[in-house]
C-alpha cells in the first residue's frame, strides 16, 4: 500500500533534467514491519527515489505528523488483519 504526502519541489534528475512534483511517503506493511520510503512523484506520475527535504521546522513536524498517522494506520490494519487471520485459523477444523 501506497500512501503519500508533500510539496512541489523542482529537483534534477541524474541526467540533469529539471522536473517537477510532490514529495511523497511511500509506506507499506511488510513481513518484518512498516517501511517506509521517500520519493518525488512527478507531475508525469513517475517516482524518483529521493529523500525527503523539509524547507521550515513547521512543514517538516506536519509531514512528520502526517507520517505517524500514516505508520498508525498500517499497524492498525496490521492487527485487523492479524486477528481476522486467527479467528479463521479457530474455526478451521483442519487445526
Given at each position: 500500500m501506497t500512501d503519500?504526502?508533500?510539496m512541489n519541489e523542482s529537483p534534477a534528475t541524474p541526467e540533469g533534467e529539471q522536473?517537477?512534483?510532490r514529495s511523497v511517503f511511500i509506506v507499506e506493511t511488510t513481513p518484518a514491519g512498516v517501511a517506509i520510503q521517500t520519493a518525488?512523484?512527478?507531475?508525469a506520475d513517475k517516482?524518483?527515489?529521493?529523500p525527503a527535504i523539509f524547507p521550515d521546522v513547521q512543514y517538516?513536524?506536519?509531514?512528520?505528523?502526517?507520517?505517524?498517522?500514516?505508520?498508525?494506520?498500517?499497524?492498525?490494519?496490521a492487527a485487523q488483519l492479524g486477528a481476522q487471520m486467527l479467528a479463521?485459523?479457530?474455526?478451521?477444523?483442519?487445526?
Open positions: 503519500e504526502k508533500n522536473v517537477k512534483g518525488l512523484l512527478t507531475d517516482l524518483i527515489p529521493m517538516a513536524f506536519e509531514q512528520i505528523d502526517e507520517l505517524k498517522r500514516l505508520v498508525s494506520q498500517h499497524f492498525s490494519q479463521q485459523d479457530k474455526g478451521d477444523p483442519k487445526q
